[in-house]
């Protein structure tokens, strides 16, 4: 029987575009592949790519304890039904809940902290909820992966993870055959062409673009600036942009909303500028995707997002929560030379090579994995005192019936 891995994320619609590389390598090399999230309209996609797909529902936005003690049973159900060799979490609640479930039954557990979201940018009362969840989930976890320096030093300096147990992935990487390098369309004609990609989130900056692009046009009037945004609006999201905003902005002229699509290639190849000045990242998958097509960049000088950016090289960098000094940016970029904004374009598909190859992820990962799942493993649902090194009894947890059962902006936060 081929080892499983059981892989839980917030969405389907996240595995298809962050995790599908990762599905095919394990795959090939073996793995029966689980993936375990709430269903939405890209399940079918992820059945697709050959793994089984286990429903469950979970409660993105929401800090309600009942719901999230059902999640944590739903896990509980599912690892005891799956009994697979390894746990991989991403985004929040699986991070949080599922290792717990995971630690309760002695899987081993794989983490990955893709960026911190809105709940350490505003430092609310919920924020020390979260480190604490943190904390108490993935202490006992084999290895947590992280996407910046900043982040990792963060949970080691905080003790929310000790530091042995840590190390770093190049975010999610790019694929470099999906996302080939192209040169930028002739201005010849035409207005000068800004692409924000990404969900319609107040924290990935989408406020400060419309408010850019409302400055740029009063700086350059007789100039032909288009500012158009591209991704999904999650209205139930409380740090939603609502549609009715945005259509507001459209009215106005400020910008143009192209919507979603699973395919971002096309919006990218007509675009002079990718912009991302989000507040926090991982690292941004909208910006490697635009360096690897050799578009020249700017983003906030932002956890995450200055991890793609090397300043005047490949792209600029503004202030965060800034649109004055976005604007600024948007018109240096204007009145560079095409010559030197290839340059530029080049400089990043150069650096996406070298620093962030989906190739080198999905290696760090297999080899991760490779050694937890062929390591002696422990009878379901027993665990190891690691203070006195023997087994624990098992822990009896009794809940319902079981539920069973390309890409427009960045990655989800649960």
């Not at 059981?6 to 390598?25: D, E, K, P, Q, Y």
Request: positive net charge; hydrophobic residues 40%.
């Amino acid at each position: 029987m081929n080892p499983k891995v059981l892989m839980s994320i917030n969405t389907a619609w996240n595995v298809c575009n962050f995790r599908a590389g990762l599905i095919r390598s394990l795959r090939d090399h073996g793995y029966e592949v689980v993936v375990a999230a709430p269903a939405d309209d890209y399940v079918g996609r992820v059945m697709q790519m050959g793994c089984r797909f286990v429903k469950v529902p979970m409660d993105n936005n929401g800090t309600n304890p009942a719901h999230d003690l059902r999640l944590l049973l739903n896990y509980l159900q599912v690892f005891r039904a799956e009994r697979p060799q390894v746990y991989l979490g991403y985004t929040v609640k699986p991070n949080v809940y599922g290792s717990i479930a995971a630690h309760v039954l002695g899987i081993p557990v794989i983490n990955n902290i893709a960026g911190l979201g809105t709940t350490f940018i505003n430092r609310t009362a919920v924020t020390h909820m979260v480190r604490a969840l943190y904390r108490f989930s993935l202490r006992r976890s084999r290895r947590v992966f992280f996407q910046n320096a900043d982040d990792q030093d963060c949970f080691v300096r905080e003790k929310i993870v000790p530091s042995t147990i840590t190390d770093r992935v190049a975010g999610s990487g790019v694929d470099l055959e999906y996302y080939r390098p192209t040169p930028a369309p002739s201005l010849q004609g035409r207005a000068f062409r800004f692409l924000l990609v990404s969900r319609m989130l107040r924290d990935k900056g989408i406020e400060e673009y419309a408010g850019a692009a409302r400055i740029v046009r009063d700086r350059l009037p007789g100039d032909k600036v288009d500012f158009q945004l591209l991704g999904s609006i999650d209205e139930k999201n409380p740090n939603a942009v609502p549609l009715a905003r945005i259509q507001g902005w459209q009215s106005a002229g400020f910008v143009q909303y192209l919507g979603r699509t699973d395919d971002v290639r096309p919006a990218v190849r007509n675009a002079d500028c990718v912009v991302l000045p989000s507040y926090r990242e991982g690292v941004p998958h909208s910006l490697l995707e635009a360096a690897a097509m050799a578009r020249p960049i700017i983003a906030s000088d932002a956890v995450g997002c200055r991890d793609v950016v090397d300043d005047h090289v490949n792209g600029l960098l503004c202030r965060v929560r800034n649109a004055e000094d976005l604007a600024e940016k948007m018109v240096e970029m204007i009145s560079t030379s095409s010559e030197h904004r290839s340059a530029m374009g080049l400089a990043g598909r150069r650096k996406v090579e070298v620093q962030f190859d989906e190739k080198s992820v999905i290696q760090k990962y297999l080899e991760m994995i490779d050694e937890v799942a062929h390591a002696p493993q422990l009878p379901l649902g027993r665990k190891i005192d690691r203070r006195s090194c023997r087994y624990q009894p098992r822990i009896r947890v009794h809940a319902g019936a079981p539920n069973r059962c390309r890409r427009s902006g960045d990655q989800p936060s649960a």
